[in-house]
């Protein structure tokens, strides 16, 4: 498979058609938003259409005409998602669910495919939620750790 750069309107529009179509995207993270699962111009991710999130589901949406994000659920109200990223201290906030454009099934690290339903990544998922009130101090120490190998 051959990668090729372009722009994030084009890539959006056309992963946002095949989404539409009911077909799977893929395509390298950008920014480090979501670190330390998914590491900047390194992973990828496969996105399928995604009609009923859940809590926990890593979404691609659009919370401003020409902005994409690609965060994790951890509350779902009514019919707003509330995200955040993995890697970040603060939380987005709240979007209207019909800005979803697909959730995450699969990551691709290092050339290792990991489906988003195996347990070792769904306990990741729900124990670094819970650890929402630490995230700073251990996001810290994980870049201190990281830097020392």
Known sequence: MQRQKVENTALFEEIRAMLAQGLDARFT???????????????????????????????????????????????????????????????????????????VVTLERKGKKIPCTCW?????????RWCYPFRRPLLKLLRTLISFL
């Open 120 to 128: 070792w990544y769904r306990c990741y998922s729900t124990l670094w």
């Open 29 to 103: 993270v950008s920014g480090n938003s979501m670190w330390p699962i998914l590491v900047h111009n390194r992973d990828s991710v496969v996105i399928t259409p995604c009609t009923k999130p859940k809590r926990g589901d890593v979404v691609l949406f659009c919370p401003v005409e020409g902005q994409y994000l690609l965060h994790r659920i951890y509350r779902i109200k009514k019919d707003r998602i509330y995200t955040c990223g993995d890697g970040n201290c603060h939380r987005d906030g709240d979007f209207p669910v019909s800005g979803i454009m697909g959730k």
